[in-house]
């Protein structure tokens, strides 16, 4: 493991903040996960927290409950200013349109965020960082966005996150140790009926992390994804470390109850998922690349082999995982 100088990065990071802010306050775009937590920690020890405000995009019931028991709690402790805003008909918008967790971030979360920014001379600051896309090739600073620590990685950012006192599991609303988010992730289809496919991606999660939590069960990954024909909802339950039958049923059983899930599987076998694609990402195999090893082997419990086809829908302008199967080697 790598020596973590935390001083110096933490004097390199104000200096740089102090240098870059030039008008006051800086929006924080926060989400009470470790880096926009590390993020306010930084800039409220260089600027001080008059001039920092934190805003907190809400997802209606598409955020994770204990999220928002996260957000207040840290924003106290912090002492900064909190502001909340909710953009759940946003994100429903554009997810129609099939799963696109990046332009929802850029039109959603950011797009909040700079709707409260009176001053176009303020910045929006976020925590992206090498564990991003963005962190490979992006600027720090880029049409009122500023990413301080976009040359940070994972390891860093913990070091960091324990410095300022807090716990991985202050941070954590149970989904993952490495990436949470909104529960709409985990929709691998259109959200063409809210109240159909978004209240399966809702309820499925949520019944999951309530049953681990009741059990005491300490999972690296907790998530259910819903995938399936629009008509219907199949339920695709990841846990990790993998946890003993008995409870898996249970899962099983409390999830089939819900009345827009029509089956329930637990990922702890090897499986093939079958997904259409848009052209813009089936013709390219960089996309399609991409897909697989950035984001479905990081939030399966075991990474799916995919089979690609091209969809003829043409209201649909990213993917659709249409069905599954567990593969025998």
């Known amino acids: 493991m790598k020596e973590i100088n935390i001083e110096g990065i933490l004097n390199r990071l104000k200096e740089e903040i102090v240098e870059n802010v030039k008008t006051y306050p800086l929006y924080i775009a926060f989400s009470g996960g470790m880096d926009s937590t590390v993020l306010a920690c930084v800039a409220k020890e260089a600027l001080g927290k008059e001039n920092v405000k934190l805003i907190h995009v809400v997802y209606g ?5 204990k999220t928002l028991e996260n957000v207040l709690r840290i924003t106290v402790k912090l002492g900064i200013d909190l502001r909340l805003i909710d953009h759940q008909k946003e994100m429903e918008a554009i997810l129609k349109y ?3 967790c990046n332009l929802c971030t850029k039109k959603v979360k950011l797009g909040g965020v700079k709707e409260c ?4 001379n303020c910045l929006v600051a976020t925590g992206s960082n090498q564990s991003d896309s963005w962190g490979s090739y992006g600027q720090k600073i880029m049409n009122g966005t500023y990413s301080p620590l976009l040359d940070l990685d994972k390891d860093e950012l913990r070091e960091l996150l324990f410095h300022y006192g807090f716990k991985i599991e202050d941070v954590r609303a149970g989904e993952s140790v490495l990436r949470e988010g ?3 992730k985990h929709l691998m289809k259109m959200l063409a009926v809210p109240e159909y496919h978004g209240r399966a991606c809702v309820m499925a999660n949520e019944i999951l992390l ?9 999972s690296e990954m907790a998530n259910v994804k819903i995938i399936g024909p629009l008509k219907t909802n199949i339920a695709l339950i990841n846990v990790k470390p993998f946890i003993d039958k008995k409870l898996e049923n249970i899962i099983i059983e409390r999830i089939k109850k819900e009345k827009t899930i029509a ?5 702890n076998r090897p499986i093939r998922l079958f997904i259409k694609a848009n052209p813009s990402i089936y013709r390219i195999a960089d996309s399609k690349k991409w897909l697989e090893k950035g984001k479905f082997a990081a939030e399966f419990a075991i ?13 649909m302008r ?6 599954f199967e567990y593969v025998e080697k």
């Open 117 to 120: 920014v009176r001053d176009e």
């Open 182 to 184: 909104c529960k709409l």
């Open 61 to 65: 019931p598409y955020t994770y409950f």
């Open 303 to 315: 990474p799916p082999e995919v089979v690609w086809s091209e969809s003829p829908n043409n209201k």
């Open 318 to 323: 990213t993917y659709h995982a249409i069905s």
């Open 263 to 267: 089956d329930a599987f637990f990922v």
């Open 210 to 218: 309530d049953i681990l939590s009741q059990a005491g069960v300490k």
């Open 98 to 100: 099939g799963p696109s």
